[in-house]
């Protein structure tokens, strides 16, 4: 049983860029959760997606978009970035039959600094 | 709105000592009530959880957590602490359908 992978671990990119960032499920697994977690503080909840569908989000701005694929693997894509977008940015996935049934299996984040 | 609060953000404990991680929450309906570890740089590992049934839950590491209904709490616990238990613990609160709501962190430290 494969764990959550996340790509890439470190990366670095200036105000206005866009980025995306990769994550694979667990084995199993149908809903995949995206978090952002900035220094000190917990992660806060950027959206979720079921069955390739988003079906929850958070307080963030459109600029952040994801997508879920077939085989349940993840995007988030964050556009214009702003500097206060650094953060730690975590994928988690779980097996659910519509919304939150169980605990959220993550990744090891994607290190995001903007500069 | 869900909210979860660690009103902790530091706590130290000698090596062997009985260690407590204070948590409450605010949620709708009934809570489902998580406890996460997250070491430097690392993503967030599952300690255990509250669903249902007793009120003591047993999870990895020899931690547990006490869910009370009536104080809206769910600290964990562990009898003995070692000091690989430092780390950041995070309590984390959902209602059935809501997503994960994390507190912002407890800093363990356990000195030898």
């Known amino acids: 049983e494969t764990g959550v992978t996340q790509s890439p671990t470190h990366l670095i990119k200036t105000r206005g860029q866009q980025v995306t960032l990769r994550c694979s499920s667990q084995?199993?697994?149908?809903?995949v959760s995206w978090y952002q977690q900035a220094l000190g503080q917990g992660p806060q909840f950027i959206f979720q997606y079921y069955r390739e569908e988003e079906n929850g989000r958070g307080n963030f701005p459109p600029r952040f978009s994801g997508l879920q694929f077939p085989n349940y693997s993840s995007e988030l894509n964050v556009n214009a970035l702003e500097l206060d977008d650094s953060a730690l940015y975590l994928c988690?996935?779980?097996?659910?039959?519509?919304?939150?049934?169980?605990?959220?299996?993550f990744g090891e984040g994607s290190r995001l600094t903007v500069l | 709105a869900q909210s979860v609060a660690q009103p902790e953000d530091q706590v130290n404990v000698a090596e062997g000592n009985p260690l407590t991680v204070k948590c409450t929450y605010s949620?709708?309906?009934?809570?489902?009530l998580f406890w996460y570890v997250q070491y430097p740089n690392r993503g967030l590992q599952f300690l255990l959880k509250y669903i249902t049934g007793d009120n003591l839950v047993k999870g990895s590491y020899g931690f547990e957590a006490e869910f009370n209904k009536s104080q809206t709490s769910f600290h964990l616990k562990k009898p003995s602490a070692l000091v690989s238990d430092s780390a950041l613990y995070f309590c984390?609160?959902?209602?059935?359908?809501?997503?994960?709501?994390f507190g912002k962190g407890t800093r363990l430290s356990v000195i030898a």
């Open positions: 084995s199993g697994h149908n809903t």
């Open positions: 988690a996935s779980s097996f659910s039959k519509g919304w939150f049934t169980g605990e959220l299996f």
């Open positions: 984390a609160a959902a209602s059935g359908n809501t997503p994960l709501v």
């Open positions: 949620v709708s309906g009934n809570p489902y």
